[in-house]
């Protein structure tokens, strides 16, 4: 089992920045594909942001993200990290840190997630 939380979420201004946190615990996490989804409210799709492999070596964006977000994992202090920038009032949503076994690969249902972190982005 691996239990994720995330931190770091709030309010902040559009074009401003914020660091979210994941912070694993449980089973070794360098075994694990790291990632962030988002669920804009009303939807129920959580969409894909960013995610890290195993060993920090490889990433990969969304396309709307890359430039402005930037994912890290420190597998030493069992973290994942998202830092995010020049935020839009349209990324207003909740974010969710998800551990899953194969780079390429989707999470689903059955893999881990955390239990969201809301971040509302103003105009």
């Known amino acids: 089992q691996v239990q994720l939380v995330e931190s770091g979420g709030g309010l902040v201004q559009a074009g401003g920045s914020l660091r979210l946190s994941c912070a694993g615990s449980?089973?070794?996490?360098?075994?694990?594909?790291m990632g962030w989804f988002r669920q804009v409210p009303g939807k129920e799709e959580r969409a894909f942001v960013a995610a890290i492999i195993f060993s920090g070596g490889s990433t990969y964006y969304a396309h709307s993200v890359k430039g402005r977000f930037t994912i890290s994992r420190d597998n030493t202090k069992n973290t994942c990290d998202l830092q995010m920038n020049s935020l839009k009032r349209e990324e207003t949503a909740v974010y969710y840190c998800?551990?899953?076994?194969?780079?390429?690969?989707?999470?689903?249902?059955?893999?881990?997630w955390g239990q969201g972190t809301q971040v509302t982005v103003s105009s």
């Open positions: 998800a551990a899953w076994g194969g780079w390429g690969d989707l999470p689903d249902e059955t893999d881990y």
């Open positions: 449980g089973r070794t996490f360098s075994s694990y594909v």
